[in-house]
């Protein structure tokens, strides 16, 4: 599929993502789009994140060689050897070009005890005194930092840190005078205790650092207009679940907001990374919108123009003039390049694949969405809930519908409340009194709504299965609803109680939904877990956890594994080694098909068998 797609003159730059199933592992080069014709740029394995100097004589990108981690490398633009300008010891994670293309701020990775040798970095007990100490797709953080660093793009110069401390940096940005750089950094004395982040500037020559804004808040994307006024996505309080709009800085420090009346996010768990790009005053940016996620034009005065919308979902863009280039998949089709109108990339051709079906049910309207084989025939049914809950399906390509479809299923699918994509209070209904209680709800009237909208549905062949909060909703139907004969709970919450303590996000989480007032109270926590009923499910359940997520810990799975086979239920424990809560997007490709063969075979054996012996 094609990724990050970044616009310079008549060129555009963008990432091929391919599977490699042999020697497991994705191949990602990248290619460039001229006059017509798109032709690879770089050889791959492990290139990324191409970013055109403000000239567009250059091209600076992420390479990692040999499984090493990725560097800093800057080739011509038209073409020839690049050169590796960084050698951290942990890599390099995000790069963005100083406006006069003399230098790069990177934000990259090196160990707070460098001379340590590999063994007695392994050997050493780790001494912790703050959380969290380890994140999901980060591994450990506090034998390491993320800082600010200004690279020369010819190598010659010496590299020079611009911010230090035991914190970690993101996102930053360019002032348009050079000046300043703004970024990211959670610096809070009870760092990890509290929700939120701060926004920052460091000015370039002193290396002084200012707050950016005094509110703390669920901030993303600082970002400068080119009169050197400051934008933010995000929002200035540090509350979750909520919905992030665009800020503007004031020359006085105020905050305005520029999207409150649109009450939809430009930033999306479901689609790419968040995006701003200028052109003239104009900010261009994502927005996310019941399942769809696509493009808008904000105004000085808050005015909005949607640029480009539709059943799709986008996933990368960039804007020069009136030309804008995007990435963007539809159910039906995996992420491919246009160029405004005209699709100018091919990369899944041949792939077959089914519609669905989407409608909304019940008094809230919510977004379902079906997916059936090809046929007329009766199929069993697969209720697949989403993570979050804070996140959407929706109109963009999921290879796990249309794997199911493939294997002769029908998929049933929703947002219930506690969705994004459906505004603030949609989100906020699943918190407190709502979680377990107006989600089931909505599930179950969607569930009922696809039965009754497609006869092919089997009644008696119905499955249920989700990730993270969909493992946890999977769960906690089963406890108390019998009417599934399969089910998979893939790297589930499953016990708040021991979340709360092991999850790179359990100080903050179980708050933020259960208890508002942000006092613990444990018998709370113990009563909203579906261990806590563990001892009630009947339904044949296969558990899938990978080890190494540090989102849902794989104790949670220990724990409601043990249950279950102590009440004999039919129960299964499949563990991938070496990967995390990300194992079903960006885990080895082995391992994402060996995690297919394992659900598809549960399934077949609990609902096959339903249809054979009736």
């Known amino acids: 599929m094609a990724e990050d797609p970044r616009l310079a003159g008549g060129a555009i730059a963008y990432v091929v993502n391919r599977i490699e199933l042999e020697p497991d592992r994705y191949h990602r080069s990248i290619w460039v789009h001229r006059q017509g014709r798109a032709t690879p740029f770089t050889n791959g394995p492990a290139d990324t994140t191409p970013r055109w100097s403000p000239d567009g004589t250059r091209l600076a990108f992420l390479r990692a060689i040999d499984g090493a981690k990725p560097q800093l490398a800057v080739m011509p633009a038209a073409g020839g050897e690049a050169s590796l300008v960084t050698d951290f010891a942990l890599g390099v994670e995000d790069l963005v070009w100083s406006p006069d293309g003399a230098w790069l701020a990177v934000v990259a990775v090196d160990w707070l005890e460098p001379d340590l040798s590999e063994e007695e970095r392994r050997r050493r007990p780790r001494r912790i005194t703050s959380i969290p100490y380890r994140f999901d797709g980060k591994g450990t953080l506090d034998d390491r930092r993320r800082s600010l660093w200004l690279v020369d793009p010819s190598g010659r110069r010496q590299i020079r840190r611009l911010t230090d401390g035991l914190f970690d940096e993101a996102e930053p ?243 219930p409340r506690g969705s994004s994509g459906r505004g603030e209070a949609f989100s906020l209904a699943v918190t407190g009194e709502g979680w377990g209680v107006v989600d089931v709800e909505d599930i179950l009237t969607a569930l009922e709504a696809a039965l009754d909208r497609h006869p092919r549905l089997d009644r008696e062949r119905m499955g249920v299965m989700g990730g993270s909060y969909g493992g946890f909703m999977t769960a906690w139907l089963t406890g108390r609803d019998h009417r599934f004969k399969s089910a998979v709970v893939e790297r589930g919450l499953l016990s708040w109680t021991s979340f709360a303590g092991t999850s790179d996000i359990g100080p903050n989480f179980p708050a933020s939904y259960l208890d508002p007032g942000r006092q613990p109270d444990w018998g709370l926590l113990w009563s909203q877990s579906p261990l806590a009923t563990a001892h009630q499910v009947l339904t044949p359940t296969l558990i899938i956890h990978s080890e190494e997520d540090w989102r849902c810990p794989i104790e949670q799975a220990e724990q409601y594994f043990a249950v279950l086979l102590r009440s004999g239920v039919p129960v299964e424990f499949f563990r991938f080694p070496g990967e995390g809560h990300e194992l079903t997007r960006s885990g080895k490709p082995r391992h994402r098909q060996e995690r297919f063969a394992a659900i598809l075979d549960w399934h077949d054996q609990w609902l096959r068998e339903v249809s054979d012996s009736s």
């Open 173 to 415: 940005c360019w002032s348009p005078d050079g000046r300043l750089i703004a970024f990211l950094s959670d610096r809070h004395p009870r760092q990890g205790l509290e929700l939120g982040i701060d926004a920052w500037e460091v000015e370039v020559a002193s290396g002084e650092l200012i707050r950016a804004v005094p509110q703390r808040g669920m901030w993303r994307l600082p970002t400068y207009r080119p009169d050197g006024v400051l934008h933010l996505l995000g929002r200035p309080e540090a509350v979750w679940p909520t919905t992030g709009h665009v800020f503007r800085r004031e020359s006085d420090g105020t905050l305005i907001d520029l999207t409150a009346h649109l009450d939809r996010s430009p930033i999306s768990l479901s689609a790419g990374p968040a995006r701003v790009v200028w052109v003239g005053d104009r900010l261009i940016t994502g927005l996310e919108d019941a399942g769809r996620f696509g493009l808008i034009g904000v105004d000085p005065d808050g005015s909005v123009e949607r640029l480009l919308g539709g059943d799709l979902l986008v996933t990368g863009f960039d804007m020069e003039g009136d030309r804008l280039v995007y990435t963007a998949s539809t159910v039906t089709r995996p992420a491919e390049l246009f160029d405004g109108a005209e699709m100018v990339s091919s990369l899944s051709g041949g792939l077959e694949t089914v519609a669905t079906d989407h409608f909304r049910a019940g008094p809230h309207q919510i977004d379902t969405f079906v997916t059936l084989p090809a046929g007329s025939d009766p199929v069993p049914v697969l209720l697949n809930i989403h993570g979050g809950p804070a996140s959407q399906y929706g109109f963009g390509f999921f290879d796990e519908f249309q794997v199911y479809a493939a294997a002769g299923y029908a998929v049933v699918a929703c947002n």
